[in-house]
């Protein structure tokens, strides 16, 4: 029987060989292979990418699809998404494009080759699934055109992998900041975009060696200085027992123990104060340095408290919140593959064959073609704020938004038909409605209801005029000029409905 011999690689060789190299040096370019050796082991590599792209993709998207009742459209895309995972995807690819400057995510399922498109109709019918490729996996189909008369000059085209190739439409190809004419970078194998660890590796290697030091420091800081008199110039073997046997006494002594030393001798530890504001200095101006190189805001690799928390909205955070949005822009090509992929698949045909059941009068006589563009077209997202606002605020917020509404509710109303008056209160509904802090519960109006109570109190206001200026003539007033301004006459009550704003809430009244 053979016998198998597991031999260990040495700790820190991959890291240690490689950024302890004397070959780094200020303007040296990282291969692929040291771009995967910081990203898996450097303490400092992951935070370097995903850091930002972990902040960018903390709170999902806010969907939009105007005038779709219940939202059923917002959440049967927002279903799709989820089940399909393309946050997840959308991660990864920016990930990969960051460690080494190009990354593809390619679409492929059993129905189709991947060199033909895929029918936009048939799409909800097929199992898709996704995969990101590094630009080893496409290394020679993204070096890029490089003629400057071509129309796909410094574009990605076709896209290989085991010399198999994607059609246009199946990938979306990622790149680290534009390409820049005749610049090849190893670790994409391309004239593409830069690893994010290029302009930064200099300082990524300094930053190993200040753990280094840290490493040495730890190791001293827990060293005796025991100083014994010496007893005299000739040493023998009783006098070295006396001494072993001093310093084994130091050595042993713990917490409650009482050792006795002579009025010459003294035991202290070593001096290490002159060195710790040295290596936090030089720690400081390291990560200082990484991040400058990597256009990145410093707290985000030192995780040092802001001088201003995330909800006063300081001046810290602004920049990090400007920095986040900038990555979020980058993502922008991805989230609208997903998007154009998730519509196909959520508001499919099936789908809207439900709609039509649960929402007779609106979709009964719409076709699916007309159904699905029109959600296609109003069809809106946006990133949420980075910065929330606290609780109070928003409360406060709220109520001034309320306090809004009623006021310009009130300046229309008098001059409004019972038509325009219906649409008017329907705005406040939707506006209301809005306001989950205030009021969780949907405010809902029966326009026609709400139309014929109008004009059935319009008809009444104005035979009550009518009645009040009979009675005001027949009691002999100023029959030539205006009958409500004759001496003994009230003016005609014109009330008008008017909003206000009381302790249980908003009630409708009439003054």
């Known amino acids: 029987m053979a016998n198998v011999n597991i031999v260990s690689a040495p700790l820190g060789g991959n890291l240690q060989s490689l950024l302890m190299s004397d070959d780094i040096q200020p303007g040296s370019e990282p291969s692929y292979q040291l771009c995967k050796t910081i990203y898996t082991y450097h303490p400092l590599g992951k935070r370097l990418v995903d850091g930002p792209l972990e ?67 048939e799409m909800y019918k097929i199992n898709l699934n996704f995969r990101v490729y590094d ?82 420091v730890a190791r001293k800081c827990g060293v005796i200085v025991a100083k014994i008199k010496q007893p005299g110039s000739i040493v023998n073997n009783i006098s070295t027992g006396l001494f072993a046997g001093k310093r084994n006494i130091v050595k042993e002594a713990e917490t409650t123990n009482v050792i006795s030393i002579g009025p010459d001798e003294d035991i202290s530890s070593i001096d290490l104060n002159n060195i710790e504001g040295a290596l936090m200095m030089s720690r400081k101006h390291i990560i200082a340095n990484i991040a400058s190189a990597a256009n990145m805001p410093e707290h985000i690799l030192s995780q040092e408290k802001l001088s201003n928390g995330f909800e006063s909205g300081g001046e810290d955070f602004k920049i990090i919140a400007d920095y986040i949005a900038g990555v979020q822009n980058e993502m922008i090509e991805l989230f609208d593959y997903f998007t154009k992929i998730v519509q196909r698949k959520a508001w499919n045909p099936e789908f809207y064959t439900t709609v039509q059941n649960l929402y007779p009068e609106q979709y009964g006589d719409m076709s699916y073609d007309e159904f699905f563009y029109d959600c296609k077209n109003k069809f809106s997202t946006r990133f949420p704020e980075l910065i929330e606002e606290r609780e109070e605020k928003r409360l406060d917020t709220e109520k001034l938004k309320t306090e809004t509404i009623v006021n310009v509710a009130n300046a229309f109303l008098p001059t409004l038909d019972p038509d325009n008056q219906a649409i008017l209160f329907q705005w406040c509904a939707d506006n209301l409605n809005a306001l989950k802090m205030i009021f969780p519960d949907e405010l809902q109006f029966d326009l026609d209801s709400f139309r014929a109570n109008a004009e059935e109190q319009k008809q009444k206001e104005d035979q009550k005029a009518n ?38 809430g908003l009630t409708y009244e009439y003054e």
């Open 135 to 216: 630009p080893l996996n496409t290394a020679g189909s993204l070096v890029l055109d490089l003629n400057p008369q071509s129309p796909h000059f410094l574009k990605p085209e076709i896209v290989r992998v085991a010399n198999k190739p994607f059609h246009p439409s199946r990938t979306c190809v990622m790149m680290n900041e534009d390409p820049v004419y005749l610049s090849f970078t190893s670790s994409a194998f391309g004239y593409v975009g830069r690893s994010i660890y290029q302009r930064a590796l200099y300082p990524l290697k300094s930053f190993i060696s200040s753990l280094i030091a840290d490493d040495l």
């Open 55 to 121: 902040m960018a993709l903390s709170k999902p998207r806010l969907i939009s699809v105007p005038d779709a009742p219940d939202d059923v459209a917002t959440k049967a895309f927002q279903t799709e998404w989820d089940t399909m995972r393309c946050d997840h995807y959308i991660m990864n690819t920016m990930r990969l494009s960051k460690i080494y400057g190009i990354s593809t995510i390619a679409m492929s399922c059993e129905e189709y080759p991947d060199n033909v498109p895929i029918p936009p109709e």
């Open 467 to 504: 009645q009040e200026q009979m009675q005001a003539m027949q009691n002999g007033g100023n029959f030539g000029g205006d009958p409500d301004l004759t001496e003994g006459n009230e003016v005609a009550d014109d009330s008008m409905p008017k909003l206000v704003v009381g302790k249980l």
